[in-house]
């Protein structure tokens, strides 16, 4: 069973930019992948995700449209969030998440925390 590792969080300033990426192994995402978050005190929410059926397909909340970016490489063993102008409400615990056969996200990081300050 594929296992995720996230990384790259951290205490940035409002404005700042940060790069998530999300490591698989054990396997690979085959099916896509999400990028969630959940603040403190909030329920999680999606951010943003990659689905590898029928083609390619990216999507983003309405919040990080036009401010994060998520890309891969080839192999489908990484997954990254380029996260830049970071406001404070984007202050969470960012986790990735691999979809599985089933269209659903069944294996999920440990989660990496980002902090913005205003």
């Known amino acids: 069973q594929v296992h995720l590792v996230e990384s790259g969080g951290g205490l940035v300033q409002a404005g700042d930019s940060l790069r998530l990426s999300c490591a698989a192994s054990?396997?690979?995402?085959?099916?896509?992948m999400g990028w969630f978050r959940q603040a403190p005190g909030k329920g999680r929410e999606f951010v943003s995700s990659?689905?590898?059926?029928?083609?390619?397909?990216?999507n983003y909340a309405d919040s990080v449209k036009g401010r994060f970016t998520l890309s891969r490489n080839n192999a489908k063993t990484m997954v990254y969030l380029q996260m830049n102008n970071l406001k404070t409400e984007d202050t969470a615990v960012y986790y990735c998440?691999?979809?599985?056969?089933?269209?659903?996200?069944?294996?999920w990081g440990q989660g990496t925390q980002v902090t913005v300050s205003s």
């Open positions: 054990g396997g690979t995402f085959t099916y896509g």
């Open positions: 990659i689905r590898f059926s029928g083609g390619i397909a990216i």
């Open positions: 998440a691999a979809l599985g056969i089933g269209g659903k996200y069944d294996t």
